[in-house]
Nanobody, 125 residues
Framework: QVQVVELGGDAVQAGGSLRLSCTAS????????MGWFRQAPGKEREGVSC???????YYTDSVKGRFTISRDDAKNTLYLQMNSLNAEDTAMYYC???????????????????WGQGTQVTVSS
């Protein structure tokens, strides 16, 4: 019954910004961790950012200072504000939801139970 939907992916030029959103239904939103992952063609899925059920925030080193994760519990929505985008950010971005805390699963995509369909981000140099 859980459904996760991402929106906001687009094609932008280097230096530009995008804001992704992820809306989850069928679960107690504020009792779950939610994370953003990305996967480029031919590469493994990697964690980008995580908003833990504990309230802790996590970012992979390559996006620190550029990306900001946030959530709106009233709207059951997770956001990823992406600034200063570069070509290396090009990937399919996925939202995931899990009952575990980010600290235990942020680096393990296979551990997350619920996934969205993905939204494409393409950055041109």
């Amino acid at each position: 019954q859980v459904q996760v939907v991402e929106l906001g992916g687009d094609a932008v030029q280097a230096g530009g910004s995008l804001r992704l959103s992820c809306t989850a239904s069928g679960l107690p939103f504020d009792r779950f961790s939610m994370g953003w992952f990305r996967q480029a063609p031919g590469k493994e899925r990697e964690g980008v950012s995580c908003f833990s059920r504990s309230g802790n925030l996590y970012y992979t080193d390559s996006v620190k200072g550029r990306f900001t994760i946030s959530r709106d519990d009233a709207k059951n929505t997770l956001y990823l504000q992406m600034n200063s985008l570069n070509a290396e950010d090009t990937a399919m971005y996925y939202c995931a939801v899990d009952v575990s805390k980010c600290g235990t699963i942020v680096n393990r995509p296979s551990a997350w139970d619920y996934w969205g369909q993905g939204t494409q981000v393409t950055v041109s140099s």
